[in-house]
């Protein structure tokens, strides 16, 4: 079965400066999307950033970018220029490729505190 | 933010009342999940359906109900709650050949 662990239940960063967090998966396919979702306090769960694990060019969005390691499966979501509208819960996740369901695995989630 | 909508947004109730969670989108997606959210915890699938007339269970077990009987309707009932049942509900959807899901913005539930 495949399983999502993110290992930092916290991190904070200070305005302007850059944080990485981090996420690890195990899974047995080649082929499988990963994602990071941006859940702020008491707000709608949005998607900040996707990556196909066919593509070994890292994703970017603006200030969002990610690290895919796909041989040491793992998926890192870098935030630069960290503004405080960002902090928030951020959850990686995984989906299969092949999944009729399109099911995702989520990790436990890391909440980012933003300082001024 | 993405077109999907969750009432109520906050609900107190008390135990062994019969309770429906609704979720709506308007994007015509054909595939809708339900996971449950305890605070500062990850998601679990409890409901998934592929489209109308089609619902499946998640991983997580779940004493809950749903049906889908229109593609922008995925209602979730509990017949009878119980303080277990307090949690985050959070519906979602996607389009068919789309890996990425859209999520309302969740119900609170709490069960006294």
């Known amino acids: 079965a495949q399983t999502v662990t993110q290992s930092q239940p916290e991190m904070s960063v200070q305005e302007a400066e850059t944080v990485t967090l981090s996420c690890t998966y195990d899974t047995s396919e080649s082929d499988y999307y990963l994602f990071w979702y941006k859940q702020p306090p008491s707000r709608q769960m949005i998607l900040v950033i996707r990556?196909?694990?066919?593509?070994?060019q890292n994703a970017t969005e603006n200030r969002f970018s990610v690290n895919f390691q796909k041989a040491a499966k793992s998926f890192s979501l870098k935030i630069s220029d960290s503004q405080l509208g960002d902090a928030a819960m951020y959850f990686c996740a995984y989906r299969r490729s092949t999944s009729n369901t399109g099911k995702l695995i989520f990790g436990q989630g890391t909440t980012l505190q933003v300082k001024p | 933010e993405a077109d999907i909508y969750q009432t109520p947004r906050y609900l107190v109730i008390g135990t062994g009342k019969k309770i429906t969670l609704e979720c709506s989108q308007t994007?015509?997606?054909?595939?809708m999940y339900w996971y449950q959210q305890d605070p500062g915890m990850e998601l679990h699938l409890i409901h998934y359906s592929y489209g109308v007339n089609s619902t499946e269970k998640g991983d997580l077990s779940s004493e809950s109900t749903v049906s889908r009987i229109r593609t922008e309707h995925f209602p979730l009932t509990l017949e009878s709650a119980r303080p277990s049942h307090t949690s985050q509900y959070l519906c979602a959807s996607s389009p068919k050949n789309q890996e990425t899901q859209y999520f309302g913005p969740g119900t609170r539930l709490l069960v006294l």
């Open positions: 994007m015509g997606h054909d595939k």
């Open positions: 990556q196909e694990a066919y593509k070994q």
